[in-house]
């Protein structure tokens, strides 16, 4: 079993900033990915960016060039630096954590206003 709990979302402007966070407990050795997911109002959840714990990373098209995720394997943390913010990336966003099972953060809101 893995815990994930996330902090850093909220609300703010477009071309703001905002980094997410997303800590694991539990069976992090088994930990084959972390990432990021976020899910608006009528659409399905999407990826956003996943990395390896060796930092391997992929970023969706949407985002490249705006967010950056990254790990630190010492703090078991993942983290999603958000710049350039605009309206369209208003969702909630999940934190990911395959092990060859998934498991799932409950989530934090990004709101961005124009």
């Known amino acids: 079993q893995v815990q994930l709990v996330e902090s850093g979302g909220g609300s703010v402007q477009a071309g703001e900033s905002l980094r997410l966070s997303c800590a694991a407990s539990g069976s992090i050795a088994r930990i084959i990915a972390m990432g990021w997911y976020r899910q608006a109002p009528g659409n399905q959840r999407e990826l956003v960016a996943m990395?390896?714990?060796?930092?391997?990373?992929n970023h969706a098209g949407s985002v490249k060039g705006r967010f950056t995720i990254s790990i630190d394997n010492a703090k078991n943390t993942v983290y999603l630096q958000m710049n350039d913010l605009k309206p369209e990336d208003t969702a909630v966003y999940y934190c990911?954590?395959?092990?060859?099972?998934?498991?799932w953060g409950q989530g934090t809101q990004v709101t961005v206003s124009s």
């Open positions: 990911n954590c395959f092990t060859g099972e998934d498991y």
């Open positions: 990395t390896s714990p060796d930092g391997m990373t």
